[in-house]
C-alpha cells in the first residue's frame, strides 16, 4: 500500500472525518501541546478518535498526532476539541521558559555561583 501526501488527501473524506467543520477553537491546541488519554475507546467511537485514544496513553504532540494518523494539523485540533471537551484527553501546555514566576529568584542562582566558584 503506497501512503498518500497529506496534501492530496480526499477533500470528501475530511470534511467526513470533522462532521464539516472547518476550524477548531486555536486558542485550546498549538503543535507542542501534550495530549493525554483519560479513558479507552468505546465501540461506537469514530476510528480516528479511538486511534488518538490509543496513541496518547503516553502524552503525545499534537503534530505527532498529525503525522501518525496522516491528516492536518487542523482536522486533528478538530478532533481533539471533542474528545477534550467529552473528557475523554487532557491537553497539557508546555511551560513557557519566559515566565517569571517560573525563573528561579537572583539570591537563589548567586547561591548557585558561589557554590560552583567553590569547586
Known sequence: MN??????????RLYTVTGGRARADEASFDTVT???SECEPTPAMQSEHARILRM???PMAVVEISAELRLPVSV??????D???????????????T???R???????????????RL
Do not use: F, N
Open 3 to 12: 501512503p498518500r501526501p497529506i496534501d492530496r488527501e480526499d477533500p470528501d
Open 34 to 36: 501534550l495530549i493525554v
Open 56 to 58: 496518547c496513553r503516553r
Open 76 to 81: 486533528v485540533k478538530i478532533l481533539l476539541r
Open 83 to 97: 474528545l477534550l471537551d467529552t473528557g475523554q484527553i487532557t491537553a497539557r501546555h508546555p511551560a513557557s521558559t
Open 99 to 101: 515566565t517569571w514566576a
Open 103 to 117: 525563573q528561579p529568584s537572583p539570591e537563589t542562582l548567586e547561591q548557585v555561583l558561589i557554590a560552583l566558584q
